[in-house]
């Protein structure tokens, strides 16, 4: 069974760039057809999805990260990544990783989530 588990710092700094990992295990991020997304929760708030990675290495934003995420990926690794430029507070939540069979909704195989505050 596929397993993901994301790592990247806990504490940012405004107007840094994020950069989280999720590492995949039991599956290869190259296997067809599947989608790799970034997911988040900001708290008391909804999940948003951020964006993903085909297993092509086709990537996919949403229109209001576009101009600030990117997704690649290191096949040798079986991970890919997520980076987020320009944070502010607003960009602190719980990340999370996950794999669908279409680019966006449903997923059925998450990251466990790791907490990303931005504060100075």
């Known amino acids: 069974q596929v397993q993901l588990r994301e790592s990247g710092p806990g504490l940012v700094k405004p107007s840094q760039t994020l950069s989280l990992t999720c590492t995949v295990s039991?599956?290869?991020?190259?296997?067809?057809?599947?989608?790799w997304s970034w997911i988040r929760q900001p708290p008391g708030k909804g999940l948003e999805w951020m964006g993903a990675?085909?297993?092509?290495?086709?990537?996919y934003y949403s229109q209001s990260l576009k101009s600030r995420a990117s997704i690649s990926r290191d096949t040798s690794k079986n991970q890919f990544t997520l980076q987020l430029s320009s944070l502010t507070p607003e960009d602190t939540a719980v990340y999370y990783c996950?794999?669908?069979?279409?680019?966006?909704?449903?997923?059925?195989?998450w990251g466990q989530g790791t907490q990303v505050t931005v504060s100075s």
């Open positions: 996950a794999r669908g069979s279409v680019v966006v909704s449903p997923f059925p195989y």
């Open positions: 990675i085909a297993y092509s290495g086709t990537t």
């Open positions: 039991g599956g290869s991020i190259t296997t067809s057809s599947y989608y």
